[in-house]
């Protein structure tokens, strides 16, 4: 190596300029800072911008929701559920069931399920598969003419709705018999079920979820249970009483605030709730997204699908953090959205809120498992198998929720067991199911539509309910409008129906007497006022006119006094026997003369019985001399029960 000199080692330092690398770095940073927050920006610009839009739609949709149910069909707000079992139980509801509402019912379910409300579809659906049922058979006088026959068509269809809904015909038949039939023969049942399976096998042509599953959240499990897990199946099942009991209870709150003050507000109610309940959910991976792909995604094994980071044992406090408040949050919003005046059901709410609180109880009971895979506890698990499996605790807690609201056995297991095919959770189904229903009963007796029945007045009470340990006389009316058999004039019975809202009017023989005769009712007797015909006297229709021609002789007034004479305006209950001539009108074929009398000393279970056995509209009451002394109909007893249950 040649020597140099310092010089000409040095010669060219002064061409290059030493970078300062700290300087750089710290202009790096600077940069990269500026842009991460311009980034920031733009992303909270974006989302803000998106937050707006959204929040817009959801007015509009809420607004135009609200506003189609409040001006066009009224009877389209809520499940319809409550209006249904009293139709079912013999009443007539004008309109409830017709195809206005139909239509308006329909659309208007989309637009609340898009504006964010808490609420589902499968309550309505009912509604509007009865409506179907009630339109298609107007057109067939054999159900046109028939109150047997519609009331027959109105639960098989009521079976068709819970079908398309869950994709189970044989729980859609036992829901319709268990909860919303209030009568139900056998051959209804047939006829349900046939009505049943054909709508199911419609929507499986269909397929409108292009998956080939009748419903969204269709799962299947292919694991076992453990003995072990019997006790977390218990605390599923006392939380859906608790839930169900309390959103009951919640709602019914609600429902008295909303009939109190808010009842001039429906529309701006409706929007209210829509905007706060999407602002609460759109923060929470697990209520921003429909409830359908939620309880599916919720139902879902971790072998088919990883959703969220369920599966990840990492994510486990967050998932778990996000599951809880998702219960709470979805609890609040359905409890003030159900009931409000848009088409709302409650049994797929009441199931995600059952799903979300399932599905962390799974998780942590896995957790638990993995960290201590030998306690005695867990020894039933098999060491390189999966023991615990979360998705069957979303099943079981959805089972829980909707047992806890409907208050619903039989056709609840059922459904559920449809849903997912597992013959070997059916007892876990069962467990859950029946303690949510006894602690529900045991906080606030009753279901959620029963309460919503009370609390809106309707003539309804349940089969069976608590008897009045009264006689009969001490609750039916004894200040009664007669009809006499012979001798009233059609100036009288129309006053009397002018003056009188009574559907039915008891015939007796005399005023004086009061002995039965028979009954006849408002429509009855309006259609033979409007039928009237001249009279035959002496074998010859005779008029005005005609009197007034064959009486020359005489002046009109005495003509006036000879027809009043002759045709005065009367009317006679009594068919005349042949041959015989009458200056009275004939209504007889107005009369029922084989209307249902008991003894003033009957007891008011034994009218109870015969209410729900025969159905009739009124119960006459006589004494032992055959002197009618009152009569009852079926609200008046409703009445009485009420009252009894409020003291």
Known sequence: MHKHSYE???????????????????????????????????????????YETIQV????LAFICAYLVQYFAPFAAGSGLPELKTVLGGFHMDKFLDSWTLLIKSSGLALAVASGLSVGKEGPAVHMGCCVGNVVSQHFGK?????????????????????VAFGSPIGG?????????YVFPLQTLSRSFFCALIATTVIHVMNPFRTGKLVMFQATYTRQWQFFEIIFFIIIGVFGGLVGAALTNFNMKVARFRKRYLKALPIQEVVFIALCSS????????????????????????????WAGLCQ????????????????VRFIGTGFAYGCKVPCGIFVPSMAIGA?????????????????????????????????????????????????????????????????????FIVPTIIVVMISKLIADYISPGAISEQLIELNGMPFIERNSYPLG???????????????????????INRILDSCPYKVFPIVNNLAEMKLEGVSSRDKLIQSLNEVKPLEINGSSQDMNSLFNTSKNHNTEDLRNDYNHINPDLVSFVKQKPGLSSSMYDFSKAVDLTPIVVDVNSSTETVSEIFESLGPKVVLVQNNMGRLVGLICRKDMIKAKILKHCH
């Open 313 to 328: 044992p990492e994510n486990n406090t967050s998932i778990i953090l996000l599951l809880l408040l998702a219960t709470v």
């Open 470 to 492: 009264k006689l009969i006389s001490s609750v039916m009316k004894s200040k009664l409008t007669v009809l006499p058999a012979n001798g009233i004039s059609r100036r009288e």
């Open 8 to 50: 000409e080692l040095t010669a060219r330092f002064d061409e290059f300029e030493t970078i300062d690398w700290i300087a750089e770095s710290n202009k790096e940073s600077i940069k990269r800072n500026e842009l991460n927050n311009s980034n920031v920006d733009t992303l909270n610009s974006f989302i803000h911008s998106l």
């Open 143 to 163: 159900y046109k003419n028939s109150k047997i026959k519609n009331r027959e068509i109105l639960s098989a269809s009521a079976a068709a709705g819970i079908a």
């Open 57 to 60: 739609w959801v007015s509009i």
């Open 279 to 306: 602002t609460a959910f759109y923060f929470n991976i697990f209520t921003r997204i429909d409830m359908g792909k939620l309880l599916s995604y919720l139902f879902q094994e971790c072998e088919d699908g990883n």
């Open 356 to 424: 979300t609180f399932g599905r962390m109880l799974g998780i942590l009971v896995q957790s638990a498992q993995r960290m201590y895979p030998g306690s005695f506890f867990f020894s039933q698990c098999s060491p390189d198998v999966p023991c615990i499996t979360p998705a069957t605790y979303a099943f079981l807690g959805a089972a829980a929720g909707l047992g806890g609201v409907t208050r619903v056995t039989v056709s609840v297991v059922v459904i559920m067991y449809e849903l997912t095919g597992a013959v070997a």
């Open 173 to 181: 038949v036992l829901f319709s018999m268990e909860d919303i039939s």
